[in-house]
């Protein structure tokens, strides 16, 4: 696709998110199996869940705009999810790996959330108010989750990880 327009790079940026959330919901699963603490399971679970909605809301958006969601690979997305792939085969103790999954996963949060601030932004400009609110929604439950892993790393996971680790 030529990119000429703001449109156009609307487009470009929703393809790029599209399949940064389908990696996303291809890698939360290992990052479940890897999770030693409960609470980490659970909120590693429970954003499965919302990701497959976000995923959903691009495919919903797009179709809005005549556009498949398909066509792009979102290379920044499987760096990021690449460095979690090498911590977990480093197989540190389990809570020093379940510290370094909140690390991870904060930084995926925190791509995910630039991602959508702009393509909200671009739907604003562009007069696609309705598709803004479908986006604020994915960001706003992105920054939800980045919140709650901060949570349960600075009540939990970090504190048991520098207990763990060797003197």
Do not use: W
């Not at 790029?16 to 679970?45: C, G, V």
């Not at 792939?85 to 904060?106: R, T, V």
């Not at 986006?135 to 009540?155: H, R, V």
């Amino acid at each position: 696709m030529e990119m000429e327009t703001l449109r156009d790079l609307y487009i470009e940026q929703l393809k790029d998110l599209y399949s940064a959330e389908n990696m996303i919901i291809k890698a939360l699963p290992r990052m479940i199996k890897a999770a030693s603490h409960a609470e980490l399971k659970q909120a590693f679970s429970n954003h499965l869940k919302e990701t497959e909605r976000h995923a959903r809301r691009i495919e919903e958006v797009c179709d809005e705009l005549g556009v498949s969601p398909r066509g792009k690979k979102c290379v920044g997305m499987e760096g990021l999810l690449e460095e979690g792939k090498e911590l977990m085969k480093e197989k540190p103790g389990p809570d020093l790996l379940d510290a370094g999954l909140i690390a991870s996963a904060q930084h995926v949060e925190h791509y995910e959330m630039a991602g959508y601030g702009c393509v909200r932004t671009y739907a604003r400009q562009l007069g696609y108010e309705g598709q803004a609110e479908i986006l604020q929604a994915s960001l706003d439950e992105e920054g939800n989750a980045d919140k709650l892993l901060t949570q349960i790393a600075e009540s939990t996971i970090n504190i048991e990880a520098e207990i763990s680790s060797p003197a």
